[in-house]
């Protein structure tokens, strides 16, 4: 099975579709991206492209609400906090302060100190 994301005007994600490896293949039986993004389109509309829940393609399975990044050739998720910047080689969002690694305690962005707040509660 091989997995397409349609992505809008804005490279916005807007949805996943499993498709069959029969539907991506060349005569010889070799998987292509370009064929699978044209049956997509074909049957649905739209632009695709493919993406893997190993990560194995542009670095992160698509979700919805994530943006494709034709500079990384990656997926990249929403920005969860408007404090943090994009760290290009691993396509994700980094805080401007690494969060504490202290085993058995949870830790919280706080964007309006611009600190991470210890969580109460099991882990």
Known sequence: MAHFAEIDSD??????VVIGNADTSDANGVEKEHIGAAFCEKLFGG?????????NVRKRYAG??????????????????????????????????????DEGKRFAWNEETQAWDEVEGMI
């Open 47 to 55: 632009t695709w492209k493919q993406t893997s829940y190993n990560g």
């Open 64 to 101: 919805i609400g994530y943006t494709y990044n034709a500079g990384l050739d990656a997926f990249v998720p929403p920005k969860p906090f408007p404090s943090w910047t994009l760290d290009a080689e691993a396509a994700d969002w980094q805080p401007p302060v690494p969060m504490p690694v």
């Open 11 to 16: 490279n916005v994600v807007l949805r996943v």
